[in-house]
């Protein structure tokens, strides 16, 4: 690495990965508090949020360079305006994330955690697990067909089921049937499959009347934000029987889950371990330290996020 990059100054925020720490310390001068001659800054985790007001404690700062593909603790808009570019690791964690919603769907369908914990008590021994829901002729509806959207109706077609979509615009190339609204996803589908980013604008989006659309068939996956979800309406669709069950891989305020979810037999629920490989880990590190040591390297963002991607391509300096 040039020594233009070794002497630029990166402050760690959160906690990072050992590949990260490895990488930063290998290219960059690092620390972990605020320090008036930090250029870069790289988000790995923790409850920071990282703001026109945080930021204002490195007047020096050029890039926010941030772990995971969602970045709805970081105020890109705000930053963007101050100069600042702010990458992300997309791409990287599309397979793993899809892996995992599609397993999260079949465990929910198919009760896989309470028919091993079934096995492991030793109640096989006294008679066959009940019978199960089935995923045979459900239609899915997919909340926000990004890429991590695409690839998990790839996997679904695979599975032989019916895909409709709603996002923010219809796609020209994409074949699913667009619902203009969620709530005209939700009355024709009966597995919500939430993929959506966080953030103000999808905050509670599914909502008691979302839900209730789906039926008391309905399954809720979430392996977007749990943000998007009104976790209170959710528990009170699962108690009251308004839906069937959900499959949550995230939750509004991790991470602490509701007792009240807890309690529940028949739901599934996961610890946000959607890109929880140690393959998929090591990826996304990597490129949190690739992002500036290109950046410092004077070649630019690899993958500055959509609100920064104007001034990314004009600060770009080879
Ligand atoms: C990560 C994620 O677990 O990429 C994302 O947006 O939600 C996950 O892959 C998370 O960002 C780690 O902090």
């Not at 040039?2 to 990260?20: T, Y």
């Not at 009347?209 to 998007?228: F, H, S, W």
Request: net charge negative; proline share 4%.
């Amino acid at each position: 690495m040039s020594s233009m990059s070794k002497n630029a100054r990166i402050c760690a925020v959160g906690s990072a990965p050992p590949l990260v720490d490895k990488g930063l310390n290998e290219h960059f001068d690092v620390v972990r508090e605020a320090d008036l001659e930090v250029r870069g800054l790289a988000v790995c985790g923790g409850h920071t949020r990282i703001d026109g007001a945080f930021v204002e404690l490195f007047p020096k700062l050029e890039i926010v360079s941030s772990f995971g593909v969602g970045y709805d603790h970081v105020d890109a808009a705000s930053l963007a305006k101050r100069g600042i570019v702010v990458t992300h690791t997309p791409d990287v964690l599309t397979g793993e994330v899809a892996d995992l919603a599609l397993g999260l769907l079949i465990s929910t369908v198919r009760q896989l955690p309470q028919v091993d914990r079934y096995l492991r008590e030793g109640k096989w021994l006294k008679g066959a697990y009940p019978l199960t829901t089935t995923l045979r002729g459900r239609k899915v509806g997919i909340l926000g067909l990004g890429r991590i959207g695409k690839a998990i109706a790839m996997r679904l077609e695979a599975c032989d089921l019916e895909i409709e979509y709603h996002g923010r615009n219809a796609q020209p190339d994409v074949a699913y049937r667009y619902h203009p609204t969620l709530l005209g996803l939700a009355q024709s589908c009966d597995v919500l499959m939430v993929v959506a980013s966080g953030g103000a604008e999808t905050r509670h989006i599914v909502n008691k009347e979302v839900l209730e659309a789906l039926g008391a068939d309905g399954i809720l996956i979430n392996v977007g934000r749990g943000t998007v979800v009104d976790e209170a309406a959710l528990i009170k669709a699962l108690q009251d029987k308004k839906i069937l069950s959900a499959g949550l891989d995230v939750f509004e305020d991790e991470p602490r889950v509701p007792a009240e979810l807890i309690a529940m037999e028949h739901v599934v629920l996961l610890p946000h371990v959607g890109s929880a490989s140690v393959h998929t880990r090591n990826a996304m590190g990597q490129l949190v330290v690739d992002n500036l040591v290109s950046w410092f390297g004077g070649k630019g963002a690899i993958t500055p996020v959509p609100e920064c991607q104007t001034l990314a391509a004009s600060k770009a300096k080879g």
